[in-house]
């Protein structure tokens, strides 16, 4: 049976990841570091093992990431 390896989230976010404050959605979704975020969108625990997002980190990430969109959204539309 061939072990089917799940993309990081850094690759899955590959088209954003340059464009969005992972500090920030860090602070302030997640009450977490800088690091922990990086660690997270790596795969990596803090101590170099795995430690990819959990279901309900990747849930708080996606609503994190309507809402900013969302703000951009707004944001645009407000443009003269």
Request: hydrophobic share 35%.
């Amino acid at each position: 049976m061939k072990t089917v390896i799940k993309p990081t989230a850094k690759t899955q976010l590959d088209a954003i990841i340059l464009d969005v404050s992972w500090p920030d959605i860090a602070k302030d979704y997640f009450g977490k570091s800088t690091s922990w975020i990086y660690n997270k969108l790596n795969g990596r625990d803090g101590n170099g093992g795995h430690g990819e997002f959990n279901e309900q980190e990747t849930e708080i990430l996606r609503n994190a990431l309507f809402e900013l969109s969302d703000r951009i959204r707004k944001s645009a539309e407000k443009l003269e």
